[in-house]
Every structure is written in C-alpha cells, then in structure tokens.
C-alpha cells in the first residue's frame, strides 16, 4: 500500500505560477510511476501529467503541455508539479496517483493508488 497526501494548491491569478508536492508513505516509492489528474466542477476526471519510477519518462496532456512540468525526489518519496501560466480552466481539484513498477509512462496508465486531492483556483 502507498498512501499520498498532495499539498500546495491554492488561490492564483491568471498567468500566475504555483506547485503542488504529493508526498507519499508506507512502501518504496522509488519503484512506483506517478502521475497528476484533475477534475474541475462538472466535469470529467483528466489526465494531465505522470512520471516513470526513474524520471527519465514523462507524459503530458496537450493542454497543459508546455506550461506545467512534473518531477520527483525519490530521497524525498515526493511527486511535484509545477504549473506556470495558469489559465481559468486548469482550475479544478489536483490529484495524485502511483502505479507500482513502470519506468515507461502514457496517459492511459491505470494508476490503483490515489491521494484526496488539493484545489487549485486560477482567477480570471
């Protein structure tokens, strides 16, 4: 079992930066991908970005590509994301996800550990 905790969400305005830690506990994190979903008021759950358990492979999805950059400090057992540029519709609840042994990331990874997630809110 992996438990994750994700902070660091919060109140920013457009254009504005932020970056949101998942801190996870209870296994070797080191040996688990990672990855950040979204899911804003009414709509569906989104794939934004995930991290094989070495780092050197990263996945993005189109809309945040080019502004948002995920990362891991495995001495840590910490996931990041860093979202810049932020626009009114990356607002939504951030979660963070773990999927145990993949080094090769996608979007269609079926991740079995989730946080509770963190509410990030871009001001228009």
């Known amino acids: 079992q992996v438990q994750l905790v994700e902070s660091g969400g919060g109140l920013v305005q457009t254009g504005g930066s932020l970056r949101v830690s998942c801190a996870a506990s209870?296994?070797?994190?080191?040996?688990?991908?990672a990855g950040w979903f979204r899911q804003a008021p009414g709509k569906e759950h989104e794939f934004v970005a995930a991290?094989?358990?070495?780092?050197?492979?990263?996945d993005y999805a189109d809309s945040v590509k080019d502004r948002f950059t995920i990362s891991r400090d495995n001495a840590k057992n910490t996931v990041y994301l860093q979202m810049n540029s932020l626009k009114p519709e990356d607002t939504a609840v951030y979660y963070c996800?773990?999927?145990?042994?993949?080094?090769?990331?996608?979007?269609?990874?079926?991740?079995?550990?989730w946080g509770q997630g963190t509410q990030v809110t871009v001001s228009s």
């Open positions: 996800a773990a999927k145990y042994g993949l080094r090769r990331v996608s979007s269609g990874i079926p991740f079995d550990y």
């Open positions: 209870g296994r070797t994190f080191r040996n688990y991908a």
């Open positions: 991290i094989g358990w070495s780092g050197d492979s990263t």
